[in-house]
């Protein structure tokens, strides 16, 4: 396969943005947070949250680099990889992102990271997973057609 899905990596860019962003809005004007118990449970499903986002990552990346294929969102892929946390979200990379983000959003008490979390993989959906979802058919036919039927695009359907 020779054709890449984008010509810009959207995901990182969206998602560092989305820090950036969420950060900036948090020293202007800083959403309530809970303190007591509420604050130290928040923080608990946070440091999860991260824990869990980037076991996502790190199991993805091995897997790419397993079957020799581009970990790059703007690379043609050569390989589908559909085992490990790819039999549970046709994303697991993002999905542990947003996860990152949105528990570090917990964690430290930030509601904007968590907010932005959300909005970045509305956006990369819309501008890199779409995109991918064709470039993968392309190349894949019938093989990414199963693949997608059974496997959902996060850990849910839409």
């Known amino acids: 396969m020779t054709t890449a899905p ?30 007591g ?11 999860c949250l ?7 990552d790190v199991a993805a990346f091995r897997l790419f680099r397993k079957h020799r294929t581009s970990i790059l969102p703007n690379r ?10 790819f039999a549970k979200s046709r994303n697991p990379i993002y999905l542990g992102n947003t996860l990152a983000i949105f528990g570090a959003g917990l964690l ?11 909005a970045a993989a509305f956006a990369v959906q819309k501008l890199a997973i779409e995109r991918e979802e064709a470039h993968l058919e392309a190349g894949f036919g019938a093989l990414w057609r199963d693949y997608a039927a059974k496997t959902p695009r996060w850990l849910w359907r839409f």
């Open 6 to 35: 984008n010509r810009i990596p959207w995901p990182p860019i969206l998602f560092l943005a989305a820090i950036v962003l969420a950060l900036i809005l948090h020293w202007q004007a800083a959403l309530p947070w809970p303190g």
């Open 37 to 47: 118990a509420a604050r130290f449970v928040l923080a608990a499903i946070g440091l």
């Open 50 to 56: 991260i824990c869990a986002g980037l076991a996502l």
């Open 76 to 85: 043609a892929a050569s390989s589908l990889i559909t085992e490990g946390p």
């Open 108 to 118: 430290f008490g930030v509601a904007w990271l968590a907010l932005a979390a959300v």
